[in-house]
Nanobody, 126 residues
Framework: QVQLVESGGGLVQAGGSLRLSCAAS????????MSWYRQTPGKPRELVAG???????RYSDSVKGRFTISRDNAKKTSYLQMDSLKPEDTAVYYC????????????????????WGQGTQVTVSS
């Protein structure tokens, strides 16, 4: 399994930007599909963006055009650049690594999907 550590969350005003990072350990990073999910209280963890080992990407409709997912296989790190942030983007953001096709990532995921980081809080004030 892959161990994941997120960083980069925080408080930002609406319209601002944040960059989340997810550092991975283990030798199979490049083989994993990396993704970011987010969760608000009382709601399930929902897919925000995913990237395959070869760099193909997918985004939820709510963040398309504002967020960019990327990865650096040499550094075993994935990133989520979040621009034009809105208050509704406020959530705990989780990094995920899974040996799965990018397009088979679940829209809603539980703890049984691959490996998860500890989560990082993103708060967008209006």
């Amino acid at each position: 399994q892959v161990q994941l550590v997120e960083s980069g969350g925080g408080l930002v005003q609406a319209g601002g930007s944040l960059r989340l990072s997810c550092a991975a350990s283990g030798s199979t990073f490049s083989m994993n599909t990396m993704s970011w999910y987010r969760q608000t209280p009382g709601k399930p963890r929902e897919l925000v963006a995913g990237i395959s080992g070869s760099g193909n990407t997918r985004y939820s409709d709510s963040v398309k055009g504002r967020f960019t997912i990327s990865r650096d296989n040499a550094k075993k790190t994935s990133y989520l650049q979040m621009d034009s942030l809105k208050p509704e983007d406020t959530a705990v953001y989780y990094c995920n690594a899974v040996m799965s096709n990018l397009w088979r990532l679940p829209i809603v995921a539980g703890n049984n999907v691959g490996s998860w980081g500890q989560g990082t809080q993103v708060t967008v004030s209006s």
